[in-house]
């Protein structure tokens, strides 16, 4: 049986993904689903077990552990989509800076990415949808009829996440979130398993000087475009 339409949507952090990728949704009556959002709840989940970074090799055996037994759910429509952790509400508690952080060295880790990446297969069989992250377009779904790589210039996307961060009250400072941005792009490109890269069939998509509105006109024309081919 074919899979459900799935549209790929991979980037770096800041790039625009997660808003670009709820409007197409909301555009298109396509579920949506934040794979990062998953990585983050596992984080949070060894983040309350007492794990920080750097982790050592039983941290990675129980981040392994917690990431094969979570329980993840996005429930809600994708304007305003919630993350259920074992049962409880985890959404506000995310974009933590510190979440954030420890979500990108969780993800680096190759028992969780085969973890979430099972279950990431079985939530887009159900029904398909728009589904963003790093690795989506050339692991998670490489048969997926759309995909887009969204990018940006490293200026413009620390500044997105300085603004969101300040936007929710949490007091961060520039240089700080810079210099994690530089962290987190160095990881994601180097790490050995699923490495942050376009697709080779993916359409690049440069969003520095592009309004939210703009991406999202531009993503749905990009679908129509693939779809009819």
Do not use: C, N
Request: glycine letters at 8%.
């Amino acid at each position: 049986m074919p899979l459900p339409l799935v549209i790929a949507i991979d980037g770096p952090a800041g790039a625009g993904k997660s808003a670009a990728a709820r409007g197409l949704a909301r555009r298109l009556g396509l579920p949506y689903l934040d794979t990062g959002a998953m990585y983050r709840a596992v984080a949070l989940a060894a983040w309350r077990r007492g794990i920080r970074a750097p982790l050592g090799l039983d941290d990675e055996a129980t981040v392994v552990e917690l990431a094969e037994q979570a329980r993840i759910e996005f429930r809600g429509a994708p304007e305003g989509p919630r993350v259920i952790l074992d049962g409880e509400d985890v959404s506000d508690q995310l974009r933590r800076p510190e979440i954030s952080h420890l979500a990108s060295v969780v993800s680096a880790i190759p028992g969780v990415r085969r973890a979430l990446v099972a279950r990431q297969r079985e939530l887009a069989a159900a029904g398909g949808g728009v589904v963003e992250g790093r690795d989506i377009g050339t692991v998670v779904f490489p048969e997926a009829p759309v995909k887009v790589f969204l990018t940006a210039s490293p200026e413009v996307r620390a500044r997105r996440r300085f603004e969101e961060l300040r936007g929710k009250g949490v007091a961060v400072e520039w240089a700080s979130v810079v210099e994690e941005q530089r962290r987190r792009d160095e990881r994601d490109a180097t790490r050995a398993d699923s490495p942050l890269r376009p697709a080779a069939d993916a359409v690049v998509l440069d969003t520095s000087a592009m309004s939210l509105a703009e991406v999202v006109e531009e993503l749905e024309a990009i679908v129509r475009r693939r779809r009819r081919r």
